[in-house]
């Protein structure tokens, strides 16, 4: 707290790396002093603290990270959401969906990362509203929210985004929906059987991402018989091809992390590697 804002930061770091490199008590205690009691602290000491949230918070600061989220005059509502997120506290959901709503993209980011930490399916709602919002990284952060919640409510979300297309990239639906494996299988299946290419093409993307062995005859079809091309110039086959590669290393991923019974690698080529 003494000092010119250079020296409190340049103290704040020190605390972050005694902290970090050997968990040194008397650190943690004074970064959740900091948090704890906010509005004493200059917001750039407060925002420096929090991008390291994983390092100290603890739930002695749900309460004051709560006041800090609602805190307009402190404006600095999205570091308060990475405490929150870090805690995974449900009572943050109704200020991080009000945070959602205003236009600064640095509060909706993380609210969106925060919501989909947490996991409260109330949340969904809110999140299917951004899968149809402007920009891009939006969409996608709400997709990925989306996926980690989980449930039948944020897979109907994800389904419909996918099926009624607002925009022609959508691979950040085609990853969330690979989450809800084995349900989500039969749909994207079949989607790999529509007339549409561009459905065609976003469902062998979402397949290659399960990982799952039971796709790979469907997209050995797609790779080797589909000539269907998408309205951004993109190749169902090529997709089809990308994604059996994808699919083979996440089951060469899943080998190697069953132990010592998994096959040692040969050193030869592999096609998902090329």
Request: glycine share 8%; aromatic share 6%.
């Amino acid at each position: 707290m003494d000092g010119d804002l250079d020296q409190r930061e340049e103290h704040l770091s020190r605390l972050l790396d005694r902290a970090k490199e050997g968990g040194d008590e008397s650190a943690l205690e004074a970064l959740r002093a900091l948090v704890g009691d906010y509005p004493h602290y200059h917001r750039s000491l407060y925002c420096r603290a929090l991008n390291h949230a994983a390092v100290f918070v603890d739930d002695s600061l749900a309460e004051p990270l709560l006041a800090a989220l609602a805190d307009t005059r402190y404006n600095c509502q999205a570091w308060s959401a990475m405490g929150c997120a870090e805690l995974r506290l449900p009572a943050a959901v109704p200020g991080l969906l009000a945070l959602l709503e205003r236009g600064d993209w640095m509060g909706q980011e993380q609210a969106v990362r925060a919501l989909g930490r947490i996991g409260d399916e109330s949340a969904v709602p809110a999140l299917a509203e951004a899968l149809w919002s402007e920009p891009d990284w939006l969409r996608e952060r709400a997709a990925d929210a989306l996926a980690a919640i989980g449930g039948d409510e944020a897979l109907a979300v994800l389904w419909d985004a996918f099926e009624h297309r607002g925009y022609t990239r959508i691979g950040y639906l085609a990853s969330a929906l690979s989450k809800f494996t084995p349900n989500v299988l039969p749909r994207l299946l079949a989607a790999a059987e529509d007339d549409d290419p561009d459905l065609r093409y976003w469902a062998a993307v979402a397949l290659g991402s399960t990982g799952d062995e039971s796709v790979v005859p469907t997209l050995e079809r797609l790779m080797a018989q589909d000539k269907g091309q998408t309205v951004f110039d993109g190749w169902v086959s090529v997709a089809a091809k990308k994604a059996l590669r994808t699919q083979r290393r996440i089951q060469a991923a899943i080998t190697a992390r069953s132990g010592p019974a998994a096959e040692p690698d040969d050193g030869g080529d592999h096609p998902w590697t090329s």
